[in-house]
């Protein structure tokens, strides 16, 4: 159940003849009273004498009644309760319940308080209700009306339990502005998919992944077709700046302009200039070499690898590190990782990667302040696949690609438990809703490469296929045999040669593959293990014109190298 207090306004009348009428966006079914200050209020809904000048003297009472110079200019009150679409349609009896609830939650009319605020509660739709209510209290004092919006949210926690709703995740104050529905119906009319605010949020942040300098994050704002201005103070440095779409105007014709921290709370200058103290571009560089030494342009493949192993180094800070602000980092420069995958993504993936980068923005953000000069790995990743350009998603970047959503699935579903240990109920959510969108675009993504190893294990020798399945139920004797049953068992039979042939011992390789995380819980054990060994060992994750099955006699294959190598090798750059 969503609690939205709106702008206040200076006309009862107007917003009466609204929740009353016909409506602008959604159609208003039989507007009616279900609960007011007073009992014999009149309705003109149900009542056919009731008028909305009538409706509007009464509230407005306390108002006139007061000398005109101490009037508030702003004095109505506008609330707005939505039950959630899953949630069974309530009666007129419980909706006026949640509304005597919800006014003295706010302090508009606190239990047994006669002087209180006059309100009325109008229903139009079964889904929620609105509560319109004056600001001057019958005694002429004003309400106390702080934080009404943090104690509406809580009271809705309440009335949640009680009538058994859709348990709604409790904020902490660290989301982005909500868009307005006045925002939400111009990008209707202007045949938008996001309102401008959302858009903007989007390409701001897909600006600041992987960015070295405040210089850099303004060209890529205005790279991307924004209007950019800024703000600079007498003494030269700058102070904020702020954003518009082209399209987007006011009704004098002028673009409608937004600073960062009205995006977003971690999009405002300051905390974005704090990621530009890491040093994302290579480890030998310094801070302001960074700032003005463009990174190589490296090859989608390439970077996608790289990330991979950023992922995976991440993934193991936030499973044991105890320093909050290095874990928060970890997890905010995840963001910046998959606001980049999305912009370079290709096209078959990109819709599931967008909404995934989406999602995880409300995770990669909390009130624990994130020591951005802990994520060099994930920082300097991002930047790589920025630079790197797109991807077509076939043969070794999609496989790339495939190898990386793999890792970036167990690092979101690992910050999700992060969060869920610290209560940030909402961040934990967002974050198990983009591992589902990184699921779906590893599906799409892992398709063609998996079917390229599968064919290949397919045709290795029985011999040689009997000798794998021998050395995976000596390596994982509890998890052998439902491996052996997937589907994925022909490509890791496949990597399994390919280690070999590379002078890997494969038992050993898939015991310490296992032991790095659990594997209970994978869709698949066998796409798990393809992907960890190909990192581990650094073969190539898409190449079906070399390391063919038959180039090994199954002597060779099934001869261990007398020394094994380190399985833990310095991944190639």
Same mark, same amino acid.
Not at 243 to 267: H, M, Q, T
């Given at each position: 159940? @969503?609690?939205? @207090?709106?702008?206040?306004? #200076?006309?009862?009348?107007g917003l009466?003849r609204?929740?009353? %009428?016909? %409506?602008?966006?959604?159609?208003?079914?039989d507007?009616?009273?279900?609960?007011?200050f007073?009992?014999?209020?009149?309705?003109?809904?149900?009542?056919?004498?009731?008028?909305?000048?009538?409706?509007?003297?009464?509230?407005?009472?306390?108002?006139?009644?007061?000398? $005109?110079?101490?009037?508030?200019?702003?004095?109505?009150?506008?609330?707005?309760?939505?039950?959630?679409?899953?949630?069974?349609i309530? #009666?007129?009896?419980?909706?006026?319940? @949640?509304?005597?609830r919800?006014?003295?939650?706010?302090?508009?009319?606190?239990?047994?308080?006669?002087? $209180?605020?006059?309100?009325?509660a109008?229903?139009?739709?079964?889904?929620?209700i609105?509560?319109?209510?004056?600001?001057?209290?019958?005694?002429?004092?004003?309400?106390?009306l702080?934080?009404e919006?943090?104690r509406?949210?809580?009271?809705?926690?309440?009335?949640?339990?009680?009538y058994?709703? &859709?348990?709604?995740?409790?904020?902490?104050g660290?989301? /982005?502005r909500?868009?307005?529905s006045?925002?939400?119906?111009?990008?209707?009319?202007l045949?938008?998919? &996001?309102? +401008?605010?959302?858009?903007?949020?989007?390409?701001?942040?897909r600006?600041?992944?992987g960015?070295?300098?405040?210089?850099?994050?303004?060209? &890529?704002?205005?790279? +991307?077709?924004?209007?950019?201005?800024?703000?600079?103070?007498?003494?030269?440095?700058?102070?904020?700046y702020?954003?518009?779409?082209?399209?987007?105007?006011?009704?004098d014709?002028?673009?409608?302009?937004?600073?960062?921290?009205?995006?977003?709370?971690?999009?405002?200058?300051?905390?974005?200039?704090?990621?530009f103290?890491t040093?994302?571009a290579?480890?030998e560089?310094?801070?302001?070499e960074? #700032?003005?030494?463009?990174?190589?342009?490296s090859?989608?493949?390439? $970077? &996608?690898?790289?990330?991979?192993?950023?992922?995976?180094?991440?993934?193991?800070?936030?499973?044991?590190?105890?320093?909050?602000?290095?874990?928060?980092?970890?997890? $905010?420069?995840?963001?910046?990782?998959?606001?980049?995958?999305?912009?370079?993504?290709?096209?078959?993936?990109?819709?599931?990667?967008?909404?995934?980068?989406?999602? =995880?923005?409300r995770?990669?953000?909390?009130?624990?302040r994130?020591e =951005?000069?802990?994520?060099?790995?994930?920082?300097? +990743? *991002?930047?790589?696949?920025?630079?790197?350009?797109?991807? =077509?998603?076939r043969?070794?970047d999609?496989?790339?690609?495939?190898?990386?959503?793999?890792?970036? @699935?167990?690092?979101?579903?690992? +910050?999700?438990?992060w969060?869920?240990?610290?209560?940030h109920?909402?961040?934990?959510e967002?974050?198990?809703?983009?591992?589902?969108?990184?699921r779906?675009?590893?599906?799409?993504?892992?398709?063609?490469?998996?079917?390229?190893l599968r064919?290949?294990?397919?045709?290795?020798?029985?011999?040689?296929?009997?000798?794998?399945?021998?050395?995976?139920r000596?390596?994982?004797?509890?998890?052998a045999?439902t491996?052996?049953?997937?589907?994925?068992w022909? *490509?890791?039979?496949?990597?399994?040669?390919d /280690?070999?042939?590379?002078?890997?011992?494969?038992?050993a390789?898939?015991?310490?593959?296992?032991?790095?995380?659990?594997?209970?819980?994978?869709?698949?054990?066998?796409?798990?293990?393809?992907?960890?060994?190909?990192?581990?060992?650094?073969?190539?994750a898409?190449?079906?014109?070399?390391?063919?099955?038959?180039?090994?006699?199954?002597?060779?294959?099934?001869?261990?190298?007398?020394?094994?190598?380190?399985? #833990?090798?310095?991944?190639?750059?």
């Amino acid at each position: 159940m @969503i609690p939205s @207090i709106h702008k206040r306004g #200076s006309e009862t009348i107007g917003l009466i003849r609204y929740l009353y %009428g016909p %409506g602008t966006d959604e159609e208003h079914i039989d507007p009616h009273l279900v609960a007011a200050f007073d009992p014999l209020t009149p309705d003109p809904g149900r009542d056919p004498k009731a008028t909305y000048e009538q409706l509007q003297r009464l509230l407005d009472q306390p108002v006139n009644a007061l000398p $005109a110079h101490r009037r508030p200019k702003k004095h109505v009150w506008h609330l707005s309760v939505r039950a959630a679409p899953d949630d069974p349609i309530l #009666s007129d009896e419980q909706w006026g319940d @949640i509304a005597r609830r919800t006014v003295a939650a706010t302090g508009i009319a606190p239990d047994g308080d006669d002087s $209180a605020c006059r309100w009325a509660a109008v229903r139009h739709a079964d889904d929620h209700i609105h509560i319109i209510a004056t600001l001057v209290r019958d005694d002429g004092r004003r309400p106390r009306l702080h934080n009404e919006a943090r104690r509406a949210q809580t009271e809705c926690r309440r009335i949640e339990a009680d009538y058994n709703l &859709r348990r709604v995740a409790s904020g902490d104050g660290t989301a /982005a502005r909500r868009t307005t529905s006045a925002e939400r119906h111009k990008a209707e009319r202007l045949g938008r998919d &996001r309102a +401008a605010r959302e858009e903007l949020r989007e390409t701001v942040r897909r600006a600041v992944a992987g960015s070295a300098s405040t210089d850099e994050f303004l060209d &890529r704002l205005k790279d +991307a077709g924004l209007l950019v201005r800024t703000k600079v103070l007498p003494s030269g440095d700058l102070k904020g700046y702020t954003v518009a779409l082209p399209g987007d105007r006011n009704k004098d014709g002028e673009p409608i302009f937004f600073s960062g921290s009205k995006l977003a709370p971690d999009l405002s200058l300051p905390r974005i200039q704090e990621r530009f103290t890491t040093n994302s571009a290579s480890p030998e560089t310094t801070d302001n070499e960074q #700032s003005q030494r463009p990174a190589a342009p490296s090859a989608p493949a390439t $970077a &996608r690898r790289t990330t991979t192993h950023a992922a995976w180094a991440a993934l193991l800070v936030l499973d044991h590190s105890g320093d909050e602000g290095t874990a928060a980092a970890q997890i $905010a420069a995840t963001g910046e990782v998959l606001d980049a995958l999305a912009k370079t993504s290709a096209l078959h993936t990109r819709n599931e990667l967008r909404q995934a980068a989406w999602e =995880f923005e409300r995770a990669s953000r909390s009130h624990t302040r994130a020591e =951005f000069r802990h994520a060099h790995g994930l920082r300097r +990743a *991002a930047r790589d696949l920025v630079h790197s350009g797109p991807a =077509f998603g076939r043969g070794e970047d999609g496989a790339g690609t495939a190898m990386v959503l793999d890792t970036l @699935i167990f690092l979101a579903i690992a +910050a999700a438990h992060w969060h869920a240990k610290r209560q940030h109920a909402q961040q934990a959510e967002a974050a198990r809703r983009a591992a589902a969108h990184l699921r779906s675009a590893y599906q799409q993504a892992a398709a063609e490469p998996l079917a390229v190893l599968r064919e290949r294990g397919r045709r290795i020798a029985p011999p040689l296929r009997r000798h794998h399945a021998t050395t995976v139920r000596a390596a994982l004797p509890d998890l052998a045999e439902t491996l052996l049953a997937e589907p994925g068992w022909d *490509a890791l039979a496949a990597t399994l040669s390919d /280690a070999t042939q590379a002078g890997h011992n494969p038992q050993a390789l898939l015991t310490e593959a296992a032991a790095r995380r659990e594997l209970d819980t994978a869709d698949s054990i066998s796409e798990v293990l393809v992907w960890r060994l190909r990192r581990m060992t650094d073969l190539p994750a898409y190449d079906p014109a070399t390391t063919q099955a038959g180039r090994l006699t199954d002597r060779q294959a099934m001869t261990p190298p007398l020394t094994a190598p380190s399985t #833990s090798r310095t991944p190639r750059r």
